[in-house]
Antibody, heavy 119, light 107 residues
Framework: QVQLVQSGAEVKKPGASVKVSCKAS????????ITWVRQAPGQGLEWMGW????????IYAPKFQGRVTMTTDTSTNTAYMELRSLRSDDTAMYYC????????????WGQGTLVTVSS | DIQMTQSPSSLSASVGDRVTITCRAS??????FNWYQHKPGKAPNLLIY???TLQTGVPSRFSGSGSGTDFTLTISSLQPEDFATYYC?????????FGQGTKLEIK
């Protein structure tokens, strides 16, 4: 079955960077994009951007442009999301999801990675 | 950016009730529109895509309607496992945006 497995929780200091991984299985990696969504404590879902599993093209939400980099490793079917210059308000659960369909939707989702930014 | 506004923000209901959640887009998104269910400690789960299409494996008590700017999620008969937060989403244009969520609680 299609599955996305994310890396474990991270604790970072303000100003540092974090890199979260998302390993895909059960489908042809190059046929779908991977999208990233985060949820801060007590807040809603926020889309960060996506990366093509086919050619690595990216689209980032303007809010994160310049601070986020999304990459893939097609040899291991793994997507990565790196966020730099971390602030306390970047503390959140970060999710990856498979994006697909003519009518784009996110399914399935990874289990989430908690990133805590604290001095 | 396209703004998505859900109502209500929270809702108390009983098992067996019929429940409706609405979502309005700040501009037309055609039917590039999805609904997700999110339970604490779990990943969000796709319920409805393309405004009206039930995702495989989702119970038929869930249904979606609408197009353009106004959309509705209906749960025909609430079950105990349906108490969660529900989010709408537009994928008409990037940045993709979500509604603020509707928390469905047990009365």
């Amino acid at each position: 079955q299609v599955q996305l497995v994310q890396s474990g929780a991270e604790v970072k200091k303000p100003g540092a960077s974090v890199k979260v991984s998302c390993k895909a299985s059960g489908y042809r990696f190059s046929s779908h994009s991977i999208t990233w969504v985060r949820q801060a404590p007590g807040q809603g879902l926020e889309w960060m951007g996506w990366i093509s599993g086919y050619n690595g093209d990216t689209i980032y939400a303007p809010k994160f442009q310049g601070r986020v980099t999304m990459t893939t490793d097609t040899s291991t079917n793994t997507a990565y999301m790196e966020l730099r210059s971390l602030r306390s308000d970047d503390t959140a659960m970060y999710y990856c999801a498979r994006e697909g369909g003519v009518y784009v939707r996110f399914d399935p989702w990874g289990q989430g990675t908690l990133v805590t930014v604290s001095s | 950016d396209i703004q998505m506004t859900q109502s209500p923000s929270s809702l108390s209901a009983s098992v067996g009730d019929r429940v409706t959640i609405t979502c309005r887009a700040s501009q037309s998104v055609s039917t590039y529109f999805n609904w997700y269910q999110h339970k604490p400690g779990k990943a969000p789960n796709l319920l409805i895509y393309a405004a009206t299409t039930l995702q495989t494996g989702v119970p038929s008590r869930f249904s979606g309607s609408g197009s353009g700017t106004d959309f509705t999620l209906t749960i025909s008969s609430l079950q105990p496992e349906d108490f969660a937060t529900y989010y709408c989403q537009q994928t008409y244009s990037t940045p993709y945006t979500f509604g603020q969520g509707t928390k469905l609680e047990i009365k």
